[in-house]
Nanobody, 116 residues
Framework: QVQLVESGGGLVQAGGSLRLSCATS????????MGWYRQAPGKQREWVAGISSGGSTIYGDSVKGRFTIFRDNTKNTVYLQMDSLKPEDTGVYYC??????????WGQGTQVTVSS
């Protein structure tokens, strides 16, 4: 049973923007920190950004200043606004519970491809 549903990926040129969404159930979302992760081709999955239940945020060095994580507690959804995209941002993006460490089974992810 899929409990984390990511969407919003696509193909974009370098310098462009995308907004990813991750929807889940209230029982999973409410009161939990959430994080975004990504896996580039041939590489291990890496943490990208996290947001606490209260809205505090933290970012990986490679995305700081370009990506913004935010949440809508009324929709049980966490978002990742990605600006100034680079080819090295290409990968499958996943969300999960937890600030920097995933705690649930992974969803299907959403593919982001940035062309140069």
């Amino acid at each position: 049973q899929v409990q984390l549903v990511e969407s919003g990926g696509g193909l974009v040129q370098a310098g462009g923007s995308l907004r990813l969404s991750c929807a889940t159930s209230r029982s999973i979302f409410s009161g939990n920190a959430m994080g975004w992760y990504r896996q580039a081709p041939g590489k291990q999955r890496e943490w990208v950004a996290g947001i606490s239940s209260g809205g505090s945020t933290i970012y990986g060095d490679s995305v700081k200043g370009r990506f913004t994580i935010f949440r809508d507690n009324t929709k049980n959804t966490v978002y990742l606004q990605m600006d100034s995209l680079k080819p090295e941002d290409t990968g499958v993006y996943y969300c999960n519970t937890g600030f920097r460490v995933a705690t649930m089974p992974w969803g299907q992810g959403t593919q982001v491809t940035v062309s140069s």
